[in-house]
T-cell receptor, first 111, second 113 residues
């Protein structure tokens, strides 16, 4: 029962911003948006998460629409090392609710 | 911190054999998760523990699969008997709490011939 919809693949030129969209139209008020990525042959890696405000850290920025039905992960200056599968996940903050991964978006950064 | 440590990195076995995968979570983390990844099914949650107690094992595919966490620093995932369809990458992850960010190990690539 997928809570999020992501495009299966995207390309981005090296040095340009990569904007990865995610639709979560059924998100509830106590659910956060999480982003992880998985570089080939490695375990997934946490990137960022947010509730309703935009968030930024050293890896990326997360923009959540006002109605919270969609979000965009922004990698401001993509490098070849950012080539990976990016997962957008919605999850309740409270209680024992583990992460459930969907299919994600395969981002290819091209030189 | 060494991160989540899994062993072995690669395991090749024959159908019917017992397979044991091992995981050492990050010290101080209270939650541990086992995931399985295949091309067809993606990344699936098998089971997770909180304070060494199994919380939800509904993702365990069959009775052939079992997982234990005898203490805070060690967990095993056992498959007995193994079958070719069990071939996958098995990831272990830990977090300070169930709803905190996950740290994944490098995975065990299992091939059952």
């Amino acid at each position: 029962d997928a809570k999020t919809t992501q495009p299966p693949s995207m390309d981005c030129a090296e040095g340009r911003a990569a904007n990865l969209p995610c639709n979560h139209s059924t998100i509830s008020g106590n659910e956060y948006v999480y982003w992880y990525r998985q570089i080939h042959s490695q375990g997934p890696q946490y990137i960022i998460h947010g509730l309703k405000n935009n968030e930024t850290n050293e890896m990326a920025s997360l923009i959540i629409t006002e109605d919270r039905k969609s979000s965009t992960l922004i990698l401001p200056h993509a490098t070849l090392r950012d080539t990976a599968v990016y997962y957008c996940i919605v999850r309740e903050w409270s209680g024992n609710t583990p992460l459930v991964f969907g299919k994600g978006t395969r981002l290819s950064v091209i030189a | 911190d060494a991160g989540v440590i899994q062993s072995p990195r690669h395991e090749v076995t024959e159908m019917g054999q017992e397979v044991t995968l091992r995981c050492k979570p990050i010290s101080g983390h209270n939650s541990l998760f086992w995931y399985r990844q295949t091309m067809m099914r993606g990344l699936e949650l098998l089971i997770y523990f909180n304070n060494n107690v199994p919380i939800d094992d509904s993702g365990m595919p069959e009775d052939r699969f079992s997982a234990k966490m005898p203490n805070a620093s060690f967990s095993t995932l056992k498959i007995q008997p193994s079958e070719p369809r069990d071939s996958a990458v098995y990831f272990c992850a830990s977090s300070s709490l169930v709803n905190e960010k996950l740290f994944f190990g490098s995975g065990t690539q299992l091939s059952v011939l």
